[in-house]
């Protein structure tokens, strides 16, 4: 199996290095990894400028490839150009931080994982919450490679897209894991307003945030210290509406289909 590892906290964050060492026993695997933190970037992509990659090893632990881009750049890049062979697999993370709820939609992590399947590649994002240390996302790799080898053997078909959270590993093993949809319930945030010195109104995000707390999901799993696994998919279209518009008698002039 070839195995494609990525992440959007950079190619030299210890979590893409945790992760790679995980997987090393399902097949071959290739770094390729933004050159720098792309936090919260969501599913952007390059359009309007070169994407510079370096070859590069990082410390004594693995030979990679560095993309000044996003998270999706690198795995449609790796899949299109750098790799000879298309990948069986793509992995995303470890990330520093878990990716649950609505925050799903601006993961680079998940964003990664979700360009994979866009290929027509199975793909698994894995996230961490509250990680403290190197050592946290070496314990997390082992979760990590639990679940997966769970995947594979079960099967993962063209295009399946699964997100894995991992709480936090200071507060000690997981209670076990639960299969569960992703929260649609919203967060609570701030955004803090100032006035710069030429008299400039701005405002910055707010470091914190508290999610809205929904029955069987991510958010409340995870919260509850279990290790969560939800399959996502990248059809956004919603389907009941879609028959309930087909069906409706549009004031159009003209034909509508």
């Not at 997987?23 to 599913?43: C, D, I, M, R």
């Not at 992995?91 to 990716?99: E, L, P, R, Y």
Request: net charge negative; glycine share 10%.
């Amino acid at each position: 199996m070839r195995i494609l590892v990525s992440n959007d906290d950079g190619i030299t964050h210890p979590g893409i290095a945790a992760l790679r060492s995980a997987v090393l026993k399902f097949g071959e695997t290739f770094v390729v990894a933004p050159s720098s933190p792309q936090s919260a970037s969501g599913h952007g992509i390059t359009v309007h400028g070169p994407l510079m990659v370096r070859r590069m090893q990082v410390r004594d632990e693995f030979s990679g490839i560095s993309v000044e881009g996003r998270p999706a750049d690198c795995v449609r890049l790796a899949v299109r150009k750098l790799l000879d062979d298309p990948p069986d697999l793509v992995v995303s993370g470890i990330n520093d931080g878990a990716n649950v709820g609505i925050n799903v939609f601006y993961s680079g992590t998940v964003a990664a994982a979700a360009e994979a399947a866009m290929l027509g590649i199975p793909a698994v994002a894995f996230s961490l919450s509250m990680a403290g240390s190197n050592d946290d996302y070496l314990q997390a790799a082992d979760l990590c490679q639990l679940v997966l080898e769970n995947l594979i053997k079960d099967g993962l078909g063209k295009g399946d897209l699964l997100n894995v959270n991992i709480p936090p590993i200071a507060k000690g093993k997981p209670k076990g894991l639960l299969v569960v949809p992703q929260s649609t319930a919203g967060i609570t945030d701030a955004y803090l307003g100032a006035v710069d010195a030429n008299g400039m109104e701005q405002y910055r995000l707010g470091g914190e945030y508290t999610f809205h707390f929904q029955d069987d999901s991510d958010v409340l799993g995870l919260a509850e210290g279990y290790i969560t696994v939800t399959p996502l998919h990248i059809d956004m279209t919603n389907h009941d509406r879609l028959i309930a518009l087909r069906l409706k008698k549009w004031d159009y002039p003209g034909e509508t289909v």
